[in-house]
């Protein structure tokens, strides 16, 4: 069964950074992409970053490119996101969600980062 | 890169069906799209594989009241029988080489 499970999401200030983990089970790791999306208090989902199976290719929407970093660590069956120069419209509940032929076909539960003063 | 274009929301009655749209933009019309349902106060959850033929894959799990077809540009998600459980918002999804494009999401109310 696959299960994902995000952690690290909690209240910073604005201009702080954070870093998100994304532990995978279930299936086979590096074979994958993995993808960030995110969803703002009472909004629609948004694509925030993806990353290949390999780690080399990175994707970023334009909201978040130059202040988050993607990667991941194989060995370790984890995916990160490195967030930096934060700000209060970067408030949301943070999926990651495991990428196949037909879209995102796994997600995870989610982990609030709330970014206020 | 593609555009999803969603109505803001839809109701139908229990036990009816319901036809969902996503619009693809200009010059995207055969791209693949999945659809997506998140019940309130939970995650996404996926549904299926759309193709641009009309051709759809299910996920794991998913009952057999949710079909998926197409007609040029349009993505259509179709939920037979309405259960209570199907109230939830529906967002589909399409990617090409270097991002991933999420609809602005239609809320179902199952009346």
């Known amino acids: 069964e696959v299960q994902l499970l995000e952690s690290g999401g909690v209240l910073v200030q604005p201009g702080g950074s954070l870093r998100l983990s994304c532990a995978a089970s279930?299936?086979?790791?590096?074979?994958?992409?993995m993808s960030w999306v995110r969803q703002a208090p009472g909004k629609g989902l948004e694509w925030v970053s993806s990353v290949g199976g390999s780690g080399y290719s990175t994707y970023y929407a334009e909201s978040v490119k130059g202040r988050f970093t993607i990667s991941r660590d194989n060995s370790k069956n984890t995916l990160y996101l490195q967030m930096n120069s934060l700000r209060a419209e970067d408030t949301a509940v943070y999926y990651c969600?495991?990428?196949?032929?037909?879209?995102?076909?796994?997600w995870g539960q989610g982990t609030l980062v709330t970014v206020s003063s | 890169q593609p555009v999803l274009t969603q109505s803001s929301s839809a109701s139908a009655s229990l036990g009816s069906s319901v036809k969902l749209t996503c619009t693809l933009s200009?010059?995207?019309?055969?791209?693949?799209i999945a659809w997506h349902q998140q019940q309130p106060g939970k995650a996404p959850q996926y549904l299926m594989k759309?193709?641009?033929?009309?051709?759809?894959n299910r996920g794991s799990g998913v009952p057999d009241r949710f079909s998926g077809s197409t007609s040029g540009a349009d993505r259509y998600l179709t939920i037979s029988n309405l259960q209570s459980e199907d109230e939830a918002d529906y967002y589909c999804?399409?990617?090409?080489?270097?991002?991933?494009?999420f609809g602005g999401g239609t809320k179902l109310t199952v009346l």
């Open positions: 279930g299936f086979t790791f590096s074979s994958y992409g």
């Open positions: 969600g495991k990428l196949t032929g037909g879209g995102t076909g796994y």
């Open positions: 999804e399409t990617w090409d080489s270097n991002t991933r494009v």
């Open positions: 200009s010059g995207h019309s055969s791209y693949i």
């Open positions: 759309l193709e641009g033929s009309g051709s759809y």
